[in-house]
């Protein structure tokens, strides 16, 4: 008898783990309404070497997280982004029949969230059956009045390089190792990254600079840069007017050589960003444009580099400003991290 009932409470045990796990996998592969799910990507496909037809496929709403799940998936995914060229608006971004046909085909669909891409809440409430990963809610930064640009927090792409690995590996357990590989590959770059972040923090931290909108702020508080009219980027951004005595005191920052240095979209100029641009170059503050959007043909960590090298020449060139040295000691010439 004392057999029998072990014999009994083994065959529970087993059968209640094996049934755990089966609810556990059925909830992780519904995931369309949860928004710790989503993410969008956006941008193009690299090109790679023909795979298996059975691959996953993703589809990015941005396509610096296109990119990413690409680094991490290599041959055995497919991924197409919806936003890709560098040279356009993205908030200007209209839903056309072939966006929602791209998503409809996909199992696994990545955005921003934060308000950034609003138009893709839109199609996903008729999608059922996704994976869906908003990368705000991933990284606990969905909420009210946010600063969207969340892909130039240093800790996001890392964060959700794990994430998709995981997930790839959960769904495409014949190249788990792979995907491992991989993740080791980009992290290992990443903490390049990570380094440069730190090497401009203490060489430059509390040095005051300037933005036309937001974008790339997560990364300059990274560094310790102390940015200034912060008011007045988020009526740019907004596409909302300043006011005049906001914009006064905004030129000011300029005009009375305040910063050290003008950040500004090089997606998103108008009348009011040109005339501040104008300004800056008479009153010799160095400008760095920054991307919404990733170039072609680049990967994440070394796009992430180039704008970090380009912030430090610019910080160099504001600095011996500063001080008045001589316009041939300023410049040095960029380094190329293209791939």
């Known amino acids: 008898m004392r057999y029998l009932i072990a014999f009994i409470t083994i065959f529970l045990s087993h059968t209640i783990f094996a049934t755990t796990i089966g609810l ?29 037809p059975n691959r ?14 690409k680094e991490i998936g290599g041959n055995n995914i497919n991924v197409s982004s919806i936003i890709s060229n560098p040279n356009a608006d993205p908030h200007l971004f209209a839903i ?30 008729s ?21 969207p640009h969340i892909w130039y927090k240093p800790d996001t792409m890392p964060t959700l390089a794990l994430y998709l690995t995981n997930l790839f590996v959960h769904m495409d357990s014949q190249h788990a190792i792979q995907y491992k590989q991989n993740l080791a590959i980009f992290l290992a770059e990443n903490k390049q990254v990570q380094t440069k972040i730190s090497a401009l923090k203490a060489k430059y931290a509390c040095v005051a600079v300037t933005a036309t909108e937001p974008v790339f702020n997560y990364m300059t508080d990274a560094i ?7 008011d007045f980027q988020w009526k740019i951004m907004n596409d909302t007017e300043p006011s005049p005595k906001m914009l006064s005191g905004y030129l ?13 979209n090089s997606q998103v100029t108008d009348g009011t960003t040109k005339n501040i641009l104008a300004i800056a170059k008479k009153n010799n503050i ?25 912030t430090e020449i ?13 316009m041939k000691q300023r410049v040095k010439p960029p380094i190329n991290y293209r791939q």
């Not at 941005?62 to 990119?67: L, S, T």
């Not at 990368?135 to 930064?141: D, E, F, T």
């Not at 994440?300 to 380009?310: E, P």
């Open 286 to 310: 160095p400008v760095v444009g920054i991307n919404e959007t990733m170039p072609p043909n680049i990967l994440v960590n070394a796009w992430l580099i180039n704008q970090l090298n380009q």
């Open 252 to 264: 000011d920052l300029l005009n009375e050589h305040k910063v050290r240095l003008l950040f500004y």
């Open 224 to 230: 310790g840069l102390q940015m200034q009219g912060l």
């Open 24 to 52: 556990y996998s059925n909830k992780l592969e519904s995931q369309g309404n949860d928004e710790r799910r989503r993410l969008q990507i956006v941008g193009k496909e690299r090109n790679h070497a023909p795979v298996a």
């Open 127 to 147: 999608q059922q059956n996704l994976i869906v990963i908003n990368v705000a809610s991933l990284m606990q930064l969905n909420k009210p009045n946010i600063n």
């Open 96 to 125: 056309t029949s072939s966006t929602s046909k791209q998503i409809h085909n996909a199992q696994i669909i990545i955005y921003n969230g934060a308000n950034y891409d609003g138009w893709m809440d839109q199609i996903l409430k």
């Open 314 to 326: 610019a910080l160099q060139m504001g600095i011996l400003e500063q001080i008045g040295a001589p």
């Open 56 to 69: 996953l496929s993703i589809v990015a709403a941005e396509n610096f997280y296109g990119q990413l799940a």
